[in-house]
């Protein structure tokens, strides 16, 4: 059985901010209070296609195992290593990543792709954001009845933590608007 569940957000911030913003969520320290599942993360490489203008960046992201404390504790492992794959292109301005579990997948199985793209109606102040995660436990012999409860679990907590991103993300909006809106006021007074 596979827990699938889809989310839209709507930013209220122009698609450069949304995309500046998710590039740096990992990355300031004040965020990992907030994403405290999220241990590590390494960019394995990144590419800027020069005749299509895309940017491709492949990121091991590190987390605490999903799922309930007994699960981990009957695999024997409190961590999860993952892979996200992001394109990047800016011609058509939309962003997309996607994420999948490499370690503990004879247990567990998780695919979370995120797209940015301007909002239709608003697209130079708005950004849509879609997500779509999808869990598959594998059941345990022992197990096996107890696999959708698990699965039901898990989803419970990645909705949670979504909710806990899109916070870090508000915020790294905010912080970037503002520190656009003090530059251009600064460079504006200078007279030639």
């Not at 990992?32 to 990144?46: C, F």
């Not at 247990?107 to 697209?123: A, F, G, L, W």
Request: net charge positive; proline share 4%; with cysteine.
């Amino acid at each position: 059985m596979v827990k699938a569940y889809t989310q839209e957000h709507i930013y209220k911030h122009p698609w450069e901010i949304v995309t500046s913003a998710s590039w740096r969520k990992f990355t300031e320290p004040e965020n990992k209070r907030i994403l405290s599942h999220i241990l590590e993360v390494d960019t394995l490489n990144s590419n800027l296609d020069s005749e299509t203008g895309k940017l491709t960046t492949t990121r091991a992201i590190t987390v605490n195992a999903p799922g309930p404390w007994f699960i981990r504790k009957i695999i024997g492992q409190n961590i999860c290593h993952c892979v996200e794959s992001t394109v990047v292109d800016g011609q058509s301005r939309s962003m997309q990543l996607t994420s999948r579990n490499v370690s503990l997948r004879k247990y567990i199985e998780v695919e979370e792709k995120i797209r940015y793209d301007p909002h239709p109606e608003n697209p130079n102040e708005w950004t849509v954001c879609q997500q779509e995660t999808s869990i598959k436990i594998k059941p345990f012999t022992a197990l096996a009845s107890m696999a959708e409860k698990i699965e039901q679990r898990c989803a419970e907590k990645f909705l949670q933590n979504s909710v806990k991103g899109r916070e870090v993300m508000e915020r790294i909006c905010k912080y970037l608007e503002s520190a656009n809106s003090s530059t251009s006021n600064s460079t504006s007074g200078i007279s030639a």
